[in-house]
């Protein structure tokens, strides 16, 4: 098997690709020196797939950006790859898997932005992400909207973010996060000196969760910008959240629409802008 010599980017995208044509692919890149970019996107990869992919990956050099959008490796094929990727030493920069199935996501120390939004990854993708962030230091951005992320989910990412030192920006905005969950968050993000926005739109945080996050900022101050639309936040909430304001000199963007605030919630704000400069 080989590649012409002089192809960098090979695009396979939405090519009805299973385990055998992988297998093909893999047994030519233990001999390619060039391919830096493949794309396996859409297509009907499975887990021995991924083991074929994983069985390469460990000696190849060149490859550089691996593409496996929405195939079905599950948590089988996700750990043959990792197995893979402990031992392989080059600088991957891009690796993209958009699973089916909730599964265990390994990340390389290269990567800076991940986006894994509605993949349903659930509770337990959340940990196995926590686990892997907890020392990684490159990734910048973490989107994790509409993965059914409930407040045992967020418990794990909020330990990881007691240790991570490097991400900047979370979005947690459309899963079912509730003020149990923004209790764990609030409790990190007292001492946390790195995250800077933080999206908790779409959960379920009510006037409790307010609470917590007023505690946290009173003590925080590397949070500038917060969103807790759609929520259910209403009148008490945003008291809370407006007496901590006066005090806070860090956040500079706080979104709240569609939070039931009501007249009561608009006088509290408007007394602290009053005296905002």
Do not use: M, W
């Amino acid at each position: 098997y080989c590649f012409i010599q002089t192809l960098v980017t090979l695009n396979l995208y939405y090519n009805k690709i299973k385990a055998l044509g992988v297998q093909h692919l893999a047994n030519a890149l233990q001999h390619n020196k060039t391919l830096t970019t493949l794309n396996l996107g859409r297509n009907e990869i499975s887990a021995s797939g991924a083991r074929h992919l994983a069985a390469i990956l460990q000696n190849n050099k060149i490859l550089s950006t691996l593409s496996l959008l929405y195939n079905q490796i599950g948590d089988v094929g996700a750990q043959h790859l990792a197995d893979a990727l402990r031992n392989n030493d080059v600088t991957i920069t891009t690796y993209f898997i958009d699973l089916i199935y909730p599964s265990t996501l390994f990340l390389l120390q290269t990567l800076t932005k991940l986006d894994v939004g509605s993949n349903r990854i659930g509770d337990l993708g959340a940990q196995h992400l926590g686990d892997v962030l907890r020392n990684h230091t490159t990734l910048i951005t973490l989107i994790l909207d509409n993965n059914q992320i409930g407040d045992v989910g967020v418990h794990h990412l909020a330990d990881t973010l007691r240790n991570n030192k490097t991400l900047t920006t979370l979005n947690l905005s459309s899963n079912k996060i509730g003020d149990v969950g923004v209790h764990h968050l609030a409790d990190t993000l007292r001492n946390n000196k790195t995250v800077t926005t933080l999206n908790l739109s779409r959960n379920k945080i009510g006037a409790v969760g307010a609470q917590h996050l007023a505690n946290a900022l009173q003590n925080n101050t590397t949070l500038t910008t917060l969103n807790l639309s759609i929520n259910q936040i209403g009148a008490v909430g945003v008291q809370q959240l407006a007496d901590i304001l006066r005090n806070n000199k860090t956040l500079i963007t706080l979104i709240l629409d569609n939070n039931q605030i009501g007249d009561v919630g608009a006088q509290h704000l408007a007394d602290i802008l009053q005296n905002n400069k």
